[in-house]
C-alpha cells in the first residue's frame, strides 16, 4: 500500500496490525528531529505524549499566526493572509518558515517512510 502523509502515526498499526508491514508514506523528514523542536517535543514526551504526525506542523501553524498577528497587530484574516503570502519568515518549532503568493511552504521537503514491526521510519532506500 502506497499513501500520503496522513498515515504518519502508529495508531495506523494499532488498527491495521501485519497487514500494515511494508506500507510506503510520505511526509516531511521527521519534525520531531528538528534542533528547534527539541524543547517542545521534551515537554510533550514529559507529559507522556510523543508529538508524532500533524502535532509539530499544527505547534507550527500557531506559531506563524501568532507572528503574523503581533507583526500586523490583526487579527484580521485577509491581513494575516497578505502578510504571511509576502514570504515573510517566521520561526517556528519545524524551523523557519517562509510561504509564497499562493499559500504554499517555500523549500517543502518529502521523504518516503515504511511501517515494519509496529514502527514507521524514513527510509531512503525508495527511489
Known amino acids: 500500500m502506497l499513501s500520503g502523509d496522513s498515515m504518519n502515526i502508529k495508531e495506523f498499526w494499532t ?13 516531511a523528514p521527521d519534525p520531531r528531529n528538528s534542533p528547534d523542536a527539541k524543547d517542545i517535543v521534551a515537554k510533550f514526551k514529559a507529559d ?9 506542523a499544527t505547534y507550527a501553524t500557531f ?5 503574523a498577528a503581533a507583526a500586523t497587530k490583526s487579527t484580521d484574516p485577509k491581513t494575516l493572509a497578505k502578510w504571511i503570502r ?5 520561526k517556528t518549532v ?3 518558515i517562509k510561504i509564497d503568493k499562493k499559500g504554499d511552504v517555500i523549500g517543502a521537503k518529502y521523504v518516503w517512510y515504511v511501517f515494519h514491526n509496529g514502527n514507521y521510519a524514513e527510509d531512503d532506500s525508495i527511489q
Open 48 to 56: 507522556g505524549y510523543d508529538p508524532e504526525g500533524y502535532t509539530l
Open 15 to 27: 488498527i491495521a496490525g501485519d497487514a500494515a508491514d511494508g506500507m510506503i508514506f510520505t511526509f
Open 86 to 90: 509576502a514570504g515573510n519568515e517566521t
Open 63 to 67: 506559531q506563524v499566526f501568532q507572528q
Open 94 to 96: 519545524l524551523g523557519p
